[in-house]
């Protein structure tokens, strides 16, 4: 028992955490900050190569520090002021007179940026160069996984394959289920899983940021000032909502805070995190009873996402909202069985909710999936619940591989299309 729960602390700290900015463009910004930082000068150019998902999920959304929209501007970026060290917080640090560094290098035509295939869903190649010398670095199969670094054709470093994991993967080998993560998030010590309430710190910061300030299509804010003027009431669902849409607003409109992220990603950490914070707030729910909240829903939103590819067609959102229903039934002190019909209630919802790629509108799909969510655990208190209809099994654990099937069998040819439509 004691080796299974090390081995969820290890899963959760693998892919909770902090992002600045969504994680696909990021991806480009911390492998051109790396490259930066192996050559001996200063970069003048940037060719990057990205796989069609990675390259999908950067085409709308803004980066943070700069106003600015896509890939090149975050591989620029990146390699003129990007921390190398720091991960998905890359950009933290950057400067307006660095962004406009960047922007004079993709004006003069030095930045490019192209699709590839890859087997791999999250691959980014980058070549940088400066004078005579270039550097390459490949990452596959997470958003920070460098797998290959060069200098001038020479090899720098290398990951082994048995070793370079897709994060796809990070179930694999590892005993883990619904029940399990249930058990675990009750019964560990506080000490053990206090680190996630770092997820509600961040969070909350980019919410209250989304509802101050103006970002994308500030549906966080539209509902608050539907409050204010008596269209809609000040209800805990309405509130819920209104918290966690604002934070995916300032998130994808280029807040410059971090997001406590969920398998790398920002708008899944905050689906998983804000509905939990705000019930606890109304609960009065202890610290650690918010964090065992917080187990249930991020470690429960991973586990059912290991069932299908990490980026795809599928709008990821709706298995994040419904291990998050998971966790409010436990804050409204609920069982165990009632926790399964809430996710199984998400499940029936939303699953045919798409992805066509990161940008203001995922604010919209935040606020669906986790009005489903607050929907879900009404019925599930209610011992209301979804059961042997269409994709939706008599037991969980049959639910969640059936949503596996559908995205990972069903949705290729689904996700090609939308990348077609988006690339003309």
């Known amino acids: 028992m ?10 959760l700290n693998t892919v909770v955490k902090p992002a600045l ?15 930066a930082e192996i050559l001996p000068s200063t970069v003048d150019k940037i060719v990057v190569h990205v796989s069609d998902n990675l390259y999908k999920n950067s085409m709308g959304v803004f980066v943070p520090g700069t106003g600015k929209i896509g890939l090149p501007i975050a591989a620029a970026v990146g390699a003129i002021a990007g921390n ?17 560094q960047a922007q004079a290098l993709i004006n003069q035509g030095h930045v ?12 980014c190649y980058v070549e940088a160069y400066s004078g005579k010398s270039v550097a390459t670095v490949e990452i596959s199969g997470g958003h920070t996984q460098v797998i290959k670094k060069t200098l001038n054709g020479n090899t720098l470093f290398q990951k082994q394959e048995c070793a370079a994991k897709s994060t796809s993967c990070i179930c694999d080998e590892v005993e883990i289920s619904i029940e399990s993560i249930y058990d675990f998030a009750i019964n560990a010590d506080f000490s053990d899983i206090k680190f996630i309430l770092k997820a509600a710190e961040l969070n909350s910061k980019l919410a209250i940021e989304g509802l101050e300030n103006e970002y994308g299509l500030q549906v966080g804010r539209s509902l608050a000032k539907s409050i204010e003027s008596g269209f809609l009431t000040a209800d805990l669902a309405n509130t819920i909502i209104m918290h966690t849409a604002a934070a995916s607003d300032a998130r994808m409109g280029g807040a410059t805070l971090a997001a406590m992220s969920n398998y790398g990603s920002g708008n899944q950490g905050i689906a998983a995190t804000m509905p939990v914070v705000k019930l606890a707030e109304h609960y009065n729910s202890s610290q650690e009873q918010l964090a065992r909240a917080l187990i249930m829903s991020h470690l429960g939103a991973i586990y059912i996402k290991c069932y299908y590819p990490p980026l795809s067609a599928f709008c990821g959102n709706t298995v994040t909202s419904a291990a998050t229903a998971m966790a409010m039934v436990y804050l409204a002190d609920g069982s165990y069985l009632q926790s399964c019909y ?7 919802d939303c699953t045919g909710m798409l992805c066509d790629g990161a940008k ?9 999936s986790t009005s489903s969510a607050v929907t879900s655990f009404i019925l599930a208190m209610q011992n209301q619940k979804v059961h042997n209809q269409g994709i939706i099994a008599d037991e969980i654990e049959s639910s969640i591989r059936n949503v596996g099937q559908l995205v990972t069998a069903g949705m290729h040819d689904t996700d090609a299309i939308i990348i077609g439509i988006m690339s003309n």
Request: net charge positive.
């Open 2 to 11: 004691q080796k299974q729960w090390q081995q969820f602390t290890h899963i």
């Open 21 to 35: 900015g969504c994680t696909e463009p990021i991806a480009a910004a911390y492998a051109s900050a790396i490259a």
């Open 84 to 100: 190398a060290n720091a991960g998905l917080e890359v950009l933290a640090c950057i400067q307006p007179a660095q962004v406009d």
């Open 112 to 123: 490019s940026v192209t699709r590839t295939p890859s087997k791999e869903f999250i691959y």
């Open 342 to 348: 809430a996710i199984q209630n998400v499940l029936s």
């Open 360 to 368: 203001s509108t995922c604010a919209m799909k935040v606020k669906t």
